[in-house]
């Protein structure tokens, strides 16, 4: 596709409940990173994929957080037992291949989380 | 521990005048700098960037300044116009590539009409 896609926009969960966030990266882009952004904040690091193998972690809040990108395209972020802190925009962004492109990261619209 | 600061929650300025934005950062690491725009509803959207060899980056109406001795950057918009209202978030990376971002916390621009 042309840009960087999310799904779903929006989510509104229960506490307690499972989540999964989808992202799909532009075609192409072998990196991809996944950012928290809470009310008022800018985006936080997550983690970050080089096609399939997840190279760092380290921004995942808790083990509640996992995230995946099993065949180096489309990735899954999953946050179990949700709870009331974890409500923010989950932004998604791809990296790719740059000979023409500038340096930069290209970013999804974003999923708003809800927890209740 | 907040590692880019955009001390400046929010800027109004009329149509036609400068648009100053600033942002400080406490790592010395850090070897690349990004400004990004943002509209309600969406990602950010890349703006600008500069790397830590030079002192100005300017494209069009956006110029980027860095002061490496003072660890600080800001972003002029001349002349503003009322579609530049948006959300802009400075952000720094150690080197270019794939490497993680880290942001500022957002300066709210309004302009004026």
């Known amino acids: 596709g042309a840009g960087v896609s999310q799904s779903p926009r929006y989510k509104v969960a229960k506490r307690g409940q499972d989540v999964a966030l989808r992202c799909d990266p532009i075609s192409g882009h072998v990196s991809l990173f996944w950012y928290q952004q809470a009310l008022g904040q800018g985006p936080e690091f997550l983690t970050y994929f080089q096609n399939e193998a997840q190279l760092d972690k380290s921004g995942l809040p808790s083990d509640r957080f996992f995230a995946e990108r099993p065949e180096g395209s489309v990735s899954t972020l999953k946050i179990q037992r949700t709870q009331q802190e974890d409500s923010a925009v989950y932004l998604c962004a791809s990296y790719g291949p740059v000979a023409v492109e500038k340096e930069t990261q290209y970013f999804g619209p974003g999923t708003r989380l809800l927890v209740l | 521990d907040q590692q880019v600061k955009q001390n400046s929650p929010s800027l109004s300025v009329q149509e036609g005048r400068i648009s100053i934005l600033n942002c400080d950062y406490t790592?010395?690491?850090?070897?690349?700098f990004l400004w990004y725009k943002k509209y309600p509803a969406e990602g950010p959207t890349f703006l600008i960037s500069i790397s830590s060899i030079k002192d100005k980056n300017e494209d069009g109406r956006f110029t980027v300044f860095l002061n490496k001795s003072a660890k600080h950057l800001s972003l002029h918009i001349v002349p503003s116009q009322p579609g530049d209202s948006a959300v802009y978030f400075c952000?720094?990376?150690?080197?270019?590539?794939?490497?993680?971002?880290?942001f500022g916390t957002g300066t709210r621009l309004t302009v004026i009409p």
């Open positions: 790592n010395s690491m850090f070897d690349y």
């Open positions: 952000a720094a990376t150690p080197q270019t590539g794939a490497n993680n971002l880290f």
